[in-house]
Structures are given as C-alpha cells and as structure tokens.
C-alpha cells in the first residue's frame, strides 16, 4: 500500500468518528461497512458477529463495545428500522481482525484500530504515572512544611526521620519502612514513597495533612514522643479509613515503577507504533 493510499485511508477513518453521549469515540457500522468495502450488510454483519463472540471470549462487555443503535429511514411514502450499532474503537478493532484481510481496507483497519486501541492505553498510562507524580510532589511539600513545623517545636532532623518511619509503620499494618524496601527488593537509600501506587502515596499524604493540621493548631504539642503520637494517630485513622472503603489493606497493595524511571520515561514523548508517530503530553518548544 503506498504512503498515498494509506493517507487517504487514515482521513477516512478519522472523519468518520462519531461521539457517545459521554464523548468516547464510536464508529457507526454502516460506515465501518462502508469503509471495509463490504457490498453486503448481510456478510458485514457475520464478521460482527464473530467481532462480538471474541468480545465475550475476552470477557469484555458486548453491550458497552456493540450499542445497538438502529436507525429509521424512509422508503419511498413509508420508512423502516435499518439495523446498526455504535462500535467502540475495541470492537472496531475486534471486527477488523475477523475481516477478510485480502481487502486492503480491511488490513489498514487492522493496523489502524491496534494503533488507536495501543495509543488509548497510553494515554491512560500517561495519566496516571502523572497523577502519581502529582500526589508524590504534593507528599513531599506536606513533608517538608511539617517538618518545619517539628522543627520549631524542638525535633530534630533525625527525629522528624524516627516520627515519619513510625508513620509509615502505622499506616501499613506494623511492617516498618525498612522491611517495606527488604520486600520488594527497593535499595534502603532511596525514599519508599518513589514506589508506591498512587492511592497509597495520597493516603500518606492524607495522613500528613491531618498531623500537620493538629500540631500546627495546638501549641501544647512539642518535642519528638508527642509529634510521634499525633502522626501514629493520624496514620491509624487513614489506615483504617482505607481498608473499610476499599475492603484492601495499604500493605497488600503491590509496589509500582520507580518514579525515577517514569519521569524519564515522560521526557520521551514521542513513541512509534505500526509505522505512525504518537505524540503523548506536551512537546518542547
């Protein structure tokens, strides 16, 4: 297929995105049919078929990726209903791979509808490595204000370090920070917050927040033992929040990529896919 072919093909399945009333990307089948040259509804509607059996196979929701959407139209003085669904990009994908890929327009489909299925699940991945990266900055700042806090209330560094692992202990059911790393084989020097999943880094967030929110308001609460006690206090309350509203324990939850690596990984923001660039995030100027 030459670059010109594949040109014309790529606008035509692009001009031909609809959107859902929750502003996903559906295509109509009639125009899926159309654009695969399918003469017949009635073969196009066997490939559906076996799109969908797939669908079910891979435990997906049929109904969610094939809606049922059949149109009135008009013949001559009367009208009928006119069969038709609004496909997700999976099920175009799906329908693609069970098309008769010796139609050239049927193998650009499969390409296209892999790419788009591939750059959706990138984008998703980008979102949340960012969203972790949001909740880590933030974990950071609250850190650092609390110490400032501790700091005037006579803690040292090292026992803002004490107050912080005991914390950390707390919140994850009396496994130390230390045995944390020890387990999920993360090197003792680095931060184990830089590993955790976002909802856990927002927990300890959470819990830092309610300390630095106590101690700062009540001046009666100086030195090393006592911090220690409001922040152990405000990890036990996050702690058990968490569990009663997700039924999961923060220990059980399985550590993530280092966000060193993810942060590096977001400077690249260009990757290549089936011979099309996709761009992801915002590129330097």
């Not at 159309?34 to 997906?60: D, V």
Request: aromatic share 8%.
């Amino acid at each position: 297929m030459d670059n010109q072919n594949i040109t014309l093909l790529k606008s035509a399945f692009e001009n031909a995105v609809l959107k859902d009333g929750n502003d996903n990307e559906v295509w109509s089948a009639r125009t899926l049919q159309t654009l695969l040259k399918y003469s017949k509804w009635e073969n196009f509607e066997r490939t559906i078929a076996k799109a969908q059996t797939a669908c079910i196979n891979s435990e997906q929701d049929v109904n969610f990726h094939f809606l049922r959407k059949d149109k009135k139209v008009k013949t001559g003085v009367s009208s009928r209903m006119k069969m038709d669904y609004l496909l997700s990009r999976y099920a175009c994908y799906l329908i693609a791979q069970n098309g008769d890929s010796r139609k050239q327009e049927v193998a650009f489909a499969q390409t296209y509808f892999a790419l788009q299925t591939r750059k959706a699940e990138l984008i998703e991945e980008e979102i949340q490595s960012r969203e972790r990266l949001r909740q880590r900055r933030i974990l950071a700042k609250n850190e650092f204000e609390l110490f400032q806090i501790a700091d005037e209330r006579g803690v040292s560094k090292a026992g803002f370090q004490r107050i912080r692992n005991e914390g950390d202990k707390t919140l994850f059911g009396g496994t130390s920070p230390k045995e944390l790393k020890e387990q999920n084989e993360i090197p003792q020097e680095r931060n184990v917050s830089d590993f955790m999943p976002a909802v856990t880094i927002g927990s300890k967030n959470l819990a830092t927040l309610f300390t630095k929110f106590k101690v700062g308001s009540d001046q009666k609460i100086r030195g090393e033992d006592s911090i220690k006690d409001t922040h152990t206090s405000s990890n036990q309350t996050i702690r058990e929040a968490f569990e009663k509203e997700t039924g999961i324990k923060p220990e059980d939850l399985p550590m993530e990529e280092d966000l060193k690596k993810v942060r590096d990984k977001l400077k690249n923001e260009e990757t290549t896919l089936f011979g099309f660039k996709i761009t992801l995030g915002k590129k330097k100027k």
